[in-house]
């Protein structure tokens, strides 16, 4: 992961326009974290699959206003957090018009992420944290390289800066999302390490 460090004086509207101007290479993808700017390489083969198979289930069980999206930007300003999950879950709505702001991530109904070996400590960690203070509503973590094995959490229910409800399941096994989702989520066949 490469880091381009950014003076702590500057202000929000700095670094997204850096971000915006930013030339990342082909696939990767420009983060902000804590004053960074952070690229993330392309992810792997089983990593790819994992999401085609997360963002078909969902795609059928929403309706056509709300949107499944791979590569969209939600920023967190007052953290000065900016965000590309892996996937994320948003009315088409705001995705209308000529403004060409990453998403606040308060308006995101789900955020998933898959880990990689790069970015399994921060996708547990710090997004965990950006997510719940946003607030995130919905946060699937599918998590390739936890400690007891592969394993799926959905947190919920966000308050004060921490999920109040977290339901974590080892690959193989069935995960409930709730309502606007009404759905159940099938691991069954995710690629392990």
Do not use: C
Not at 26 to 49: S, T, Y
Not at 137 to 161: A, C, Q
Request: glycine share 8%; net charge negative; charged share 25%.
């Amino acid at each position: 992961m490469a880091v381009m460090a950014i003076e702590s004086d500057q202000q929000w509207s700095y670094l997204l326009d850096t971000w915006r101007e930013l030339d990342a290479p082909e696939g990767w993808r420009a983060e902000i974290e804590g004053g960074l700017i952070q690229l993330v390489p392309p992810p792997g083969k089983p990593h790819n699959f994992i999401a085609e198979k997360v963002h078909r289930a969902l795609v059928r069980h929403l309706p056509d206003e709300v949107g499944v999206y791979q590569t969209l930007g939600m920023q967190i300003a007052r953290l000065e957090k900016l965000y590309i999950p892996d996937l994320v879950v948003v009315d088409a709505a705001l995705l209308t018009g000529e403004n060409d702001d990453p998403v606040d991530a308060a308006d995101i109904l789900l955020a998933v992420e898959i880990t990689s070996r790069s970015t399994a400590r921060q996708d547990r960690t710090k997004k965990l944290w950006g997510y719940a203070h946003a607030p995130v509503p919905l946060y699937l973590l599918i998590d390739r390289f936890d400690e007891p094995g592969p394993t799926v959490t959905l947190y919920s229910e966000p308050s004060d800066g921490a999920y109040g409800q977290s339901v974590r399941v080892p690959f193989g096994k069935p995960v409930e999302l709730p309502e606007p989702f009404g759905m159940t989520l099938d691991t069954t066949g995710f690629p392990l390490p």
